[in-house]
């Protein structure tokens, strides 16, 4: 399966737990949910999914070409402790990425229009950044180095997926969970605007 085609299938699981997540909410009459405010941050993602088709590239070619001709030693996608390793790395490149994404003008420039979202739930973790593979192709890069392109790439489709459910209100604190993995909690405050709340929790 292609990158596309495992989006195409997360894409109806985004669809039907935003539903779920939007009857909830309108069952609880929280307000978390406001219907312009959806069709928007929906719309959004539908637009960004149609300019990452084109600006993968930045991504895509640079990591073929160094993994063809530069990368000697590539972890295993047969074995556990390469699937850690791999994940851990990627989430190391997702950390900086992320965090100079706040701290660089240029990258918030990009960036700011996730944050953007008056509404943190799950149709907001589709409002993502149209022009982020400008910057983020230079933070993946050493991975080709270490992983094949496949391995990248289902790599990619997990933390999409999990980025997504981090965007609720339903979730409350995990405990000892919290201690290792990004989660629900953590990630609202990532998204606070109180001051004591900014630039913080930049992990994926």
Request: aromatic share 16%.
């Amino acid at each position: 399966m292609t990158e596309l085609e495992y989006l195409a299938i997360g894409y109806v699981f985004f669809i039907l737990l935003i539903g779920l997540e939007a009857c909830a909410s309108i069952i609880r009459g929280d307000g978390r949910y406001r219907l312009h405010e959806t069709i928007g941050n929906i719309g959004h993602g539908v637009v960004y999914q149609t300019f990452d088709y084109y600006t993968k590239a930045f991504v895509s070619i640079p990591f073929v070409w160094i993994a063809a001709h530069f990368a000697d030693v590539q972890v295993p996608m047969d074995t556990l402790w390469a699937w850690i390793l791999a994940i851990v790395l990627y989430d190391l490149t997702s950390y900086w990425a992320h965090r100079h994404s706040h701290e660089i003008n240029a990258m918030w420039s990009v960036h700011a229009v996730h944050h953007a979202a008056e509404d943190f739930n799950l149709a907001a973790a589709l409002r993502q950044p149209l022009f982020s593979h400008l910057f983020t192709w230079i933070y993946r890069l050493p991975l080709a180095f270490i992983m094949t392109g496949k391995m990248f790439v289902l790599i990619v489709v997990i933390d999409y997926i999990y980025q997504f459910i981090l965007h609720t209100q339903y979730v409350q604190k995990l405990g000892p969970i919290g201690w290792v993995l990004n989660t629900p909690s953590h990630h609202r405050v990532h998204h606070g605007r109180d001051p004591k709340y900014l630039d913080r929790n930049y992990g994926g």
